[in-house]
């Protein structure tokens, strides 16, 4: 058997928002992780992301919200507007602190917060491999060198490898495509500081000022209305593909349309949306002996809600008050035996998956409804989903009000 090159306590497979706030909210508590992240510099796809009062309560915990708030206005309101029908209703979930910000502000900060060489750029993981004996698991990365981790946590997406080696099952699509960008104003927009969405049979377009100079919008409709390639990956193919659909829409403001077509081309992205399906985030495995998983490995949600990132901020600092407070792990092997330390290292994930299960369940299950209401075809079917809806998920604000508590 090939040598393992290091050693570590806690290893991180990912470096997005997820694997970056997790290593913070260890490092808080005084735990020290590596992040091994396959891409050679920090990633921050998306353009703009909003976060919502409970993700700002995680962001307070990790000591990086007052910062942010400094680079993402607060929203006043969020509006829903119908084009050609001459309504508009409130967007119950946009109460409270709700901002959005440049998504390469939340990753930086999340990175300078932590210590020099937590994260270790280019490392991919090409397998996972969990000993029930020794209860240690090794990581092969794609250069071909080896890893030996204590504690495991997979933050790696929602292609996750680490979530594989749990047994969950390869993320579903919703039948929903996504684009999105920023769009900057050097003389300062003159769009109102708050969240709207235009709808128009299937197709949303959301507008999201992050601060007087900067906004950030997305527009998104169902994977059969796809005309072109089903991955364009050139910006300029995305922004050809968006135009083409937002021109279709006739009632659009020419103010929003403007966004669009002065948005930055780097600034681009598309993703076809995925979902966890409730049902796996109820049952499904989300601990194997010192392995787990956090954020889209454990659970991908369509972005309807904008909840993905925020409840991966949860993740976070309840992750890792429950491994501070596993008292094996702050005092190393001193004075404990090799098997006291993994149970209590395992007892601490236990507890960490029992406390965010529930959670997220609902999350999926509010973002599963959306999703495949706008992915389906017949009337009958969009009435069953928004029945549904308005039957278990009748405050759309309650998952703000959700504080993960203190590290
Ligand atoms: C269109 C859209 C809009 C959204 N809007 C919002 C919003 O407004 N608010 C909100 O809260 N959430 C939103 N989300 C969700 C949010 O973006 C995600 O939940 C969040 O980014 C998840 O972060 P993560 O770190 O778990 O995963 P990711 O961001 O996917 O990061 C995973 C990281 O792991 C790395 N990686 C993967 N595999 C390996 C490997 N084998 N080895 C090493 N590294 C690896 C990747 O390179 C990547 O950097 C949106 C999502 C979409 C698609």
Redesign the pocket.
């Known amino acids: 058997m090939e040598s393992t090159d290091s050693k570590h306590e806690i290893v991180i ?9 997790t290593a913070l909210a260890l490092h808080r508590k005084g735990l020290k992780s590596i992040v ?4 050679k510099i920090l ?1 921050s ?2 353009g ?5 009062p409970n ?1 700002w309560r995680a962001l307070d915990q990790l000591g990086i919200g007052s910062h942010l708030r400094t680079v993402a206005l607060p929203l006043q309101r969020g509006r829903d507007i119908f084009l050609g029908e001459d309504k508009e209703q409130k967007i119950e979930y946009v109460s409270g602190d709700v901002r ?1 910000m440049a ?1 390469n502000d939340l990753i930086r900060s999340l990175a300078d917060a932590l210590p020099a060489g937590t994260i270790r750029f280019g ?4 397998s996972v491999d969990y000993d029930s004996v020794t209860k240690f698991t090794r990581l092969l990365l794609s250069n071909g060198s080896y890893i030996e981790a204590e504690i495991l946590i997979g ?7 680490v979530a594989e080696l749990l047994g969950l099952k390869p993320a579903k699509e919703f039948g929903v495509v ?1 684009t ?1 960008g920023l769009t900057t104003y050097p003389n300062a927009h003159s769009l109102p500081i708050e969240f709207h969405r235009h709808f128009k049979g299937d197709v949303r377009v959301g507008i ?1 000022p992050i601060s007087h100079d900067l906004v950030h919008w ?1 527009v ?1 409709f169902p994977t059969r209305q796809l005309t072109g390639e089903k991955f364009p990956r050139d910006e300029n193919a995305i922004k050809q593909m968006v135009i083409e659909n937002i021109e279709k829409l006739q009632d659009l403001p020419a103010k929003v349309k403007e966004v669009i077509h002065l948005s930055e081309p780097e600034s681009l ?1 598309f ?1 076809h ?2 979902y966890r399906p409730p049902g796996e985030l109820l049952l499904g495995r989300l601990r194997k002996g010192t392995v787990t998983v ?4 454990m659970h ?2 369509g ?1 309807f809600l ?8 949860e993740d976070a600092v309840v992750l890792a008050r429950c491994l501070g407070s596993a008292a094996a792990v702050k005092n190393n092997v001193d004075g404990i035996e090799k098997e006291e330390r993994s149970a209590r290292i395992e007892e601490a994930l236990e507890k960490y998956v029992k406390e965010r299960r529930m959670r997220v369940a609902q999350l999926s299950m509010h973002t599963y409804l959306i999703g495949a209401s706008m992915a389906a075809t017949s009337k009958l079917a969009k009435m069953a989903f928004g029945g549904a809806m308005a039957l278990f998920f009748r405050n759309g604000a309650a998952q703000n009000e959700y504080d993960c508590g203190q590290l």
Do not use: Y
């Open positions: 497979v990912g470096g997005g928002i997820c694997g970056l706030a091994l992240e396959r891409s990633r796809e998306g703009g992301i909003g976060v919502l993700g959005c998504r490392c991919e993981v090409s933050c790696d997406g929602g292609r996750s490898i996504a999105r999201l997305f998104t992205s993703s949306l995925k956090a954020g889209d490995a991908v949600m972005p904008g909840q993905g990132g925020c409840s991966s901020l």
